[in-house]
């Protein structure tokens, strides 16, 4: 089992381009999840998908981002005109079913200049 | 709305003594899961306790924890500190309702271990 696969694990961008990230959920797991790691804010919610239907997005900020599943074999999450603040590491995961331990990719890092 | 609190962001201590992180929590429902993940540089968090059973102690690779519903709370404990127990631990809340499948994170608290 291959686990979570996040792509790519570094990105670098300037300020206003947009950034497109991917993770590949484990095989079977229903529930994907995106989460935002920053030191100061720690782990945030992002988004979440069961079964590719968009469940809760109420951690998305609401202007420049938006996540996607299209087949459950993979979600992005797209920032559009990306800004110095949008740096972090952005973290999918995947669970089973709805209550079970989610288990993380590795991250893509974002940074943008 | 839920949240979970981990008052200290940095814990140091050194090799051999006792690790104690705190973790309480807030939540309307009466049945919730905690957990407990450690993330290690580079590496992507991962699973170290989970408990929704009330006073019941769980253990795993040294540590363990016991969910007080009582308190609110789901502190991460160990005997004895190792080097390699430095790292980034999440205390996380899941509310056992079907509709609610997402983990609802501590701020986290880096738990840095000396010679």
């Known amino acids: 089992n291959a686990g979570v696969i996040q792509t790519p694990r570094h990105k670098v961008t300037g300020k206003g381009q947009e950034a497109t990230l991917w993770c590949e959920p484990i095989?079977?797991?229903?529930?994907v999840f995106w989460y935002r790691q920053t030191i100061v804010q720690g782990l945030e919610f992002l988004t979440y998908?069961?079964?590719?239907?968009?469940?809760?997005d109420s951690g998305m900020p609401k202007e420049r981002f938006s996540a996607q599943m299209p087949n459950q074999s993979h979600s992005t999450l797209k920032i559009q005109s990306t800004q110095p603040q949008d740096s972090a590491v952005y973290l999918c995961a995947s669970s089973l079913a709805a209550g079970k331990a989610p288990l993380f990719g590795e991250g893509t890092r974002l940074s943008v200049l | 709305g839920d949240s979970v609190t981990q008052k200290e962001g940095l814990v140091t201590l050194t090799e051999g003594l006792p690790v104690m992180l705190n973790c309480t929590y807030q939540?309307?429902?009466?049945?919730?899961?905690l957990f407990w993940y450690v993330h290690y540089l580079n590496e992507s968090p991962r699973l170290l306790l989970k408990s929704s059973t009330d006073n019941k102690r769980t253990e795993h690779q040294g540590f363990h924890a016991t969910l007080h519903k009582s308190s609110s709370s789901f502190h991460l404990q160990k005997s004895s500190a190792q080097l390699s127990d430095s790292a980034l631990y999440y205390c996380a809340l899941i509310r056992r309702d079907y509709n609610q499948g997402k983990l609802i994170f501590g701020q986290g608290t880096k738990l840095s271990i000396k010679p």
């Open positions: 939540t309307i429902y009466s049945n919730a899961f």
């Open positions: 998908f069961r079964n590719q239907a968009p469940i809760d």
């Open positions: 095989s079977g797991h229903s529930a």
